[in-house]
């Protein structure tokens, strides 16, 4: 099971993972986790300022922040992640949160098949507050696809490279839903605590929506389907799940 380890400074606890992003966040006692939605997406260093400014103005610390969910102009190259990333995790250092190669920052980065972004852009963000009375507890699990573990190029890891047969779909979103299910125990979790459940593809998902999605408890409240592609060339499914104590649109 991934590594759960707290965070006193954002009073969340994560699932240590890569060094862009951690698997999974979920607020610590006394502490609930907001979501807040742009309602026009801006450029990502027009959004962390805003984040800053909307942190400022609760008197929330920039550690605060917990996860953010990023759509991108279309999938990267394998060395055009990790420079992309390498760029991003400046502002979290900056910030306090991102240190050594270890990040407590849960993220989605996605690419819109139709009317993509110019740029990378922030969609919406995640940050803790102190809890209000008993709070229900909340949580954010990470956008993940259909890669293995492990280090080496992305296409030497995706479930069924290149397959985007009925099968191979098949094998894709068994293979996330699995990790979704790990992550969500890691945290103490489980598909009835799920409020919102994503998925990200532009292949067909309805011929397994029955079976691998609804019958596994994952779609209780619904499921959402997002015409994107993954960030990394070679994947075709992610998906991610949250639960926030509140949401808004800013």
Request: glycine content about 8%.
């Amino acid at each position: 099971m991934a590594e759960v380890v707290v965070f006193p400074a954002g009073g969340y606890r994560y699932l240590k993972a890569v060094f862009q992003y951690s698997s999974g966040v979920a607020a610590e006692a006394g502490f609930a986790i907001e979501r807040a939605r742009l309602v026009r997406p801006v450029a990502l260093a027009d959004g962390f300022a805003l984040v800053e400014r909307h942190l400022a103005a609760l008197g929330r610390p920039t550690t605060a922040f917990c996860a953010c969910e990023l759509r991108s102009p279309r999938p990267f190259t394998d060395a055009g992640f990790v420079a992309f990333n390498r760029d991003y995790v400046k502002t979290l250092e900056r910030w306090g949160l991102y240190r050594d190669e270890v990040n407590p920052v849960a993220r989605t980065n996605v690419c819109p098949e139709v009317e993509p972004p110019a740029e990378p852009v922030l969609h919406a963000f995640s940050y803790t507050v102190p809890a209000r009375g008993a709070a229900r507890p909340s949580f954010v699990v990470a956008g993940s696809g259909e890669t293995r573990e492990g280090t080496g190029p992305y296409r030497d890891r995706v479930v069924a490279f290149g397959d985007v047969s009925p099968a191979g779909m098949r094998a894709k979103i068994r293979h996330v839903m699995d990790e979704m299910e790990r992550r969500l125990e890691a945290l103490g979790f489980g598909w009835t605590d799920a409020l919102a459940t994503n998925a990200y593809s532009v292949q067909d998902l309805g011929p397994h929506l029955a079976d691998e999605f609804v019958r596994r408890g994952a779609a209780r409240e619904g499921l959402t389907w997002h015409y994107s592609r993954p960030p990394v060339d070679g994947l075709e499914f992610e998906m991610d799940v949250r639960a926030p104590a509140r949401e808004l649109a800013i």
